[in-house]
């Protein structure tokens, strides 16, 4: 089945309090896949952010966002008040996230929110922490510590809460009870948007792709509670870490930091860490998208303490033995794997027999340092094609960036031209092509620049902070999509025999329409005989 989605992260999505949330705008943005008949909505990890504020660097792989808690739906619930969110500071640009300015002022007002809540909490909060013990317990306590020590990474914490030592524990979660139960409750408020939210979007034939990182980060409550499943050393500090080694895009390669599977001690286990991930995982998306899937065939290790990533080496992964544990526990999953970038033989046969789709994006195609794997006459069915991903640039940036020869080479393979707008014509390149699924970014349907770049590899500061106004996500934009759709055969299967029922509706509406008229016409003409034409004189 041909089908097509949008890629828009919940954090660029349109609020009055500084990013987007679960709110009334995640909810608008739903009506616009709809009405430009789409079916997939592909989203970016939805995970608690850490330094750096990269969704793909977390404090727990379980964990959900308290940014994208929505303060409207608070202010229902009489957790908050309007003049209370209104009275905060939420940055002064609404094109971008100020994520100094919403770390202060976001964990203040969910602070408040707390103290009216732990006043008559709900049942269902008790149900949820019980539900979610295995991974919210450790979860909460590692925040409430984090705070506790000013924020400092858990290797910097006092040696007995490092080493996990029961007694230390014991006490921690004493002297901590209130702020635990206050990080349990924001997860439980995020769940319950995020569990509406996934409602309407699958009562409205839109299905949510998720995002989720191979690697946890080196500051997590993962990592802190499960340390036995990462390889640290005796004193619990990472031996290699995770990262990509140099090429034509980066001299230096790209240094990760994240701390490495112990795959021998995982197999053993059956895998159990990664099965709990996977399941919790499979029940919050649709379809699971798997960030860098080749590093389960081989991965690139890079001693702890290097400042680049140029002397690290390459170790073999768990391969289809991870894919076949999971299967056997989990049952077949919907998948989608990030296999882009230099693929050996080895890679690439992980990839055929898993049977998951993987990757295609069209800027590579043009790129003189990447091969032509990615022009689209060279795709099979079983994948899934991108304008570009939140890693590059927008289409419309790339046209300005881009070598000249490139840009060249793009404008002629797609008949690109400035009357249709290059955004569309690249995005038309993903539609037509045989690709089962084709998703684009919001930016390139808007038509942006650079400006609206979400990720530069490789760099901090200035990454993730994109943002779309009211305005620029709109009916206009939603009936073009939903032409370009229709032509390439991709609409959404419940949206056109919705749309068809509508037309079969309004058909009927104007055949009685027509007979009624008529009816009408030939009683009068019963009444009035002369009126009747007698034909010729």
């Known amino acids: 089945m041909r089908t097509s989605g949008v890629l828009m992260p919940i954090s660029s999505l349109p609020s009055p309090y500084g990013i987007g949330t679960m709110g009334k705008d995640a909810k608008k943005f739903v009506d616009f896949l709809v009405k430009g008949g789409q079916t997939y909505w592909q989203i970016l990890p939805i995970c608690p952010t850490s330094y750096g ?17 929505d303060l409207e739906h608070l202010c ?8 209370e969110c209104e009275s905060c500071d939420w940055g002064k640009n609404a094109q971008y996230v100020d994520y100094g300015t919403l770390y202060k002022s976001r964990y203040a007002i969910l602070r408040k929110a707390y103290a009216r809540f732990k006043k008559s909490v709900p049942d269902g909060f008790y149900k949820f922490c019980k539900k979610q013990k295995s991974w919210l317990d450790e979860y909460a306590l590692f925040m409430a510590i984090k705070d506790a020590n000013g924020g400092a990474a858990w290797s910097e914490w006092d040696e007995k809460l490092r080493r996990r030592d029961p007694h230390a524990l014991k006490k921690a979660r004493l002297d901590h009870a209130a702020d635990i139960e206050f990080y349990k409750m924001l997860q439980y408020l995020f769940f319950k948007q995020w569990k509406q939210l996934k409602k309407y979007a699958n009562d409205n034939g839109i299905r949510i792709i998720g995002d989720v990182p191979i690697y946890v ?3 997590s409550a993962d990592v802190w509670a499960n340390p036995s499943q990462f390889y640290l050393d005796e004193d619990l500090r990472p031996i290699e870490v995770a990262g990509c080694p140099p090429d034509a895009f980066t001299a230096d390669g790209q240094l990760w930091g994240n701390p490495l599977f112990r795959w021998d001690v995982m197999k053993e286990d059956g895998y159990a860490w990664w099965t709990k991930r996977v399941k919790a ?15 389960f065939d081989s991965y690139y290790a890079i001693p702890a303490g290097e400042e680049t990533a140029k002397n690290g080496t390459w170790k073999e992964g768990p391969g289809m033995d991870l894919f076949d544990t999971l299967e ?3 049952g077949k999953l919907p998948i989608i794997v990030e296999d882009l970038g230099f693929l050996t033989p080895s890679v690439i046969k992980l990839v055929q027999d898993s049977g998951f789709p993987g990757m295609k994006v069209i800027q590579f195609a043009f790129d003189s340092r990447e091969g032509s794997d990615y022009l689209p006459h060279t795709y099979d069915r079983n994948c899934v094609v991108y304008t570009g991903t939140h890693d590059n ?37 993903a539609w037509s092509s ?24 490789s760099t901090l500061g200035n990454n993730w902070t994109w943002r779309a106004l009211p305005d620029e996500i709109n009916g206009v934009l939603s009936k073009r999509l939903f032409m370009y759709t229709q032509m390439y055969g991709r609409v959404n299967e419940k949206y056109k025999k919705e749309l068809a029922k509508k037309a079969k509706k309004k058909a009927k509406k104007q055949a009685e329409k027509k007979a009624a008229e008529k009816a009408a016409e030939k009683k009068a003409a019963a009444k009035n005989p002369a009126a009747k034409t007698t034909g010729k004189k």
Not at 405 to 410: G, L
């Open 53 to 69: 504020d990269s969704p793909y660097q977390s404090f727990s792989s379980f964990a959900g966002n308290p940014y994208f808690i």
């Open 76 to 83: 229902k619930e009489k957790l908050l008040t309007k003049a």
């Open 217 to 219: 980060a080196a500051d």
């Open 281 to 295: 995982m499979a029940s919050l998306y649709d379809i699971i998208r798997i960030d860098h899937f080749r590093g």
């Open 328 to 330: 056997e526990k989990l």
């Open 393 to 429: 640039d927008s289409v419309m940036g790339w046209m300005e960036t881009a070598p000249k020869k490139s840009v060249k080479f793009a404008r002629e393979y797609l008949n690109l031209t400035e009357e249709e707008g290059y955004n569309w014509g690249m995005m038309r390149g």
């Open 434 to 457: 045989v690709a089962d699924m084709a998703i684009v970014p919001m930016q390139d349907i808007i038509g942006l620049g650079s400006e609206s770049r979400i990720n530069i590899p």
